[in-house]
């Protein structure tokens, strides 16, 4: 599976951004995806991920209660709907496939992911 995020910008604190990671093929529901996002000079971390699907989620600590990760398999397209933000999310974000889960397993480890897409980057000024 290849996989297409956009969406990032540049914006001020307090403003939000709708994150989308579009997936070639036919199979994306057999796919837990994932959103991790990259700072310079800092660890890859899990912002959101979604199980095969979608009914479980799993969010990193530092951005639950603002955002939200969803799935439309029709349109084999991942979201990230990010409110709020602020200055420290920061970071190029990218997106990530796996068909190595079960349909009700939320993928947070980044080694367990397979394909990632190119990233978008995403800078909040404050």
């Known amino acids: 599976v290849q996989l297409q995020a956009s969406g990032g910008g540049l914006v001020q604190a307090g403003d939000s951004l709708r994150l989308s990671c579009a997936a070639s093929?036919?199979?994306?529901?057999?796919?837990?995806m994932g959103w991790f996002r990259q700072a310079p000079g800092k660890e890859r971390e899990l912002v959101a991920a979604?199980?095969?699907?979608?009914?479980?989620?799993s969010y990193g600590d530092s951005v639950k209660g603002r955002f939200t990760i969803s799935r439309d398999n029709a349109k084999n397209t991942v979201y990230l709907q990010m409110n709020n933000l602020k200055p420290e999310d920061t970071a190029v974000y990218l997106c990530?496939?796996?068909?190595?889960?079960?349909?009700?397993?939320?993928?947070?480890?980044?080694?367990?992911?397979?394909?990632w897409g190119q990233g978008t980057q995403v800078t909040v000024s404050s």
């Open positions: 093929g036919r199979t994306f529901n057999k796919y837990a």
């Open positions: 979604i199980s095969r699907s979608f009914a479980f989620s």
């Open positions: 990530a496939a796996t068909d190595r889960a079960i349909a009700s397993v939320v993928v947070t480890d980044t080694t367990q992911y397979d394909h």
